[in-house]
């Protein structure tokens, strides 16, 4: 039985924003995807990335 491992990923929107999204998601919406950062192993450590990234002025707060 193999295990699914879900990662977590950044992306930044065309409107500076950065979400966080699972990796199914990351894959399928290229198009709408500027800078990606990842994958973090839980949603919790991408929050906290999500957090660093705006004060260091790369993703805009939502």
């Known amino acids: 039985m ?3 491992t879900e ?3 950044i992306v930044k929107r065309p409107a500076g924003h950065c979400e966080i999204v699972p990796n199914l998601v990351a894959e399928d919406d290229n198009l ?3 800078e990606q ?3 973090f ?3 919790g450590e991408a929050i906290a990335r999500r957090i660093g ?4 002025g790369k993703c805009q707060p939502q």
Request: charged content about 15%; glycine content about 6%; hydrophobic content about 40%.
């Open 37 to 39: 950062w990842g994958p």
């Open 53 to 56: 990234l705006i004060r260091a």
């Open 2 to 4: 193999t295990e699914i």
């Open 7 to 9: 990662n977590w990923y």
């Open 32 to 34: 709408e995807i500027i």
């Open 41 to 43: 192993t839980s949603q």
